[in-house]
Structures are given as structure tokens and as C-alpha cells.
């Protein structure tokens, strides 16, 4: 597996765009590191305003995002967590929910929401997609965050 790379990516600047986190503190070893990558970006592209609410679990994710939707003071928001499956369902319920939640606020709210939370097998997967040999997805996710926020910054102009 490699990291997604976009070539095809525009020049993008965090400058003057406000950022909310909403991280879930559930499997803390995999989510505090696609954070820290999800703040670096951020900061090299040039955001100086980040805020970060912090969750349970990643069910609590949606209902988080929409609170910070409706203070209407953000550019964009991310969505940082990770499920692990385990030997019941109750991987699907979560991820499905989790994922259905986020998109209803994006669409809802009427505003930019980057999907930074991992579904994997196993810890070993997640680990790799949260700065290993994958990749940090919450670097992924903070790059989505800065130019979904430049497009309705500039009202969608192509």
C-alpha cells in the first residue's frame, strides 16, 4: 500500500480560514497521532486559527461536528477518530452510523467536513494510516479541510 498522493492538487493557503477538530479520544494511540499530523498541516499552510473538541468514541463525532457547524464561525471542519473491527458487528453499526451522521452535517449545515477517521481491520492498519509506512490521514484530512474551505471561500468559481 502507498499513500495517496495528488498531483493534480491546486496551491493552497490556510491563511485567514478558521478550522474546528473534533477528534474522538477512543483508540488515543492511532487518533492523537493523525492530530498531531492534522495540526502540522494546518500549520504549514498557514492556519492560525484551530480549534480542537474532543469525544468519547467515534459515534459522538456527528453530533460534535454539528455543534460546531452551527456557530457559523468556521471555514471548515475535520472529523479525526478510528474504528478498529472486532469479532461482533458492532464495527458496522458504528462506522455506518458514524459516516451517515457526518455526511447529513456537511450537507445539512452547509459546510466543508473532512473525513479523517480510520475503519480498519486491525491496529497494525490503523497505526500505518496514522503516520506509518501509509501515511498520516489526518494530514489527508487537513489538506481536504484547506481547500474544500478556499472553494466556498470563493463561492465556488471555477
Avoid at 459522538?60 to 461536528?65: F, H, Q
Avoid at 467536513?113 to 480510520?118: H, K, P, R, S, W
Wanted: proline share 4%.
Amino acid at each position: 500500500m502507498v499513500a495517496f498522493r495528488d498531483k493534480k492538487r491546486p496551491p493552497l493557503s490556510a491563511k485567514g480560514l478558521r478550522f474546528g477538530i473534533v477528534l474522538s479520544r477512543y483508540n488515543s494511540l492511532v487518533t492523537d497521532e493523525l492530530l498531531a499530523g492534522a495540526r502540522k498541516t494546518l500549520s504549514k499552510y498557514g492556519a492560525k486559527e484551530v480549534d480542537l473538541l474532543t469525544v468519547p468514541g467515534a459515534f459522538e463525532i456527528p453530533y460534535a461536528l454539528r455543534g460546531l457547524a452551527r456557530k457559523k464561525k468556521y471555514s471548515a471542519l475535520i472529523a479525526l477518530g478510528c474504528v478498529i473491527r472486532g469479532e461482533t458487528p458492532h464495527f458496522e453499526y458504528i462506522s455506518e452510523g458514524m459516516t451517515s451522521g457526518v455526511m447529513s452535517v456537511i450537507l445539512e449545515e452547509e459546510i466543508p467536513i473532512a473525513f479523517g477517521v480510520l475503519t480498519t481491520d486491525n491496529l497494525r492498519q490503523a497505526l500505518e494510516r496514522a503516520g506509518g509506512k501509509v501515511g498520516n490521514k489526518g494530514e489527508e484530512a487537513a489538506l481536504v479541510a484547506i481547500e474544500m474551505a478556499s472553494l466556498k471561500k470563493k463561492k465556488w468559481r471555477v
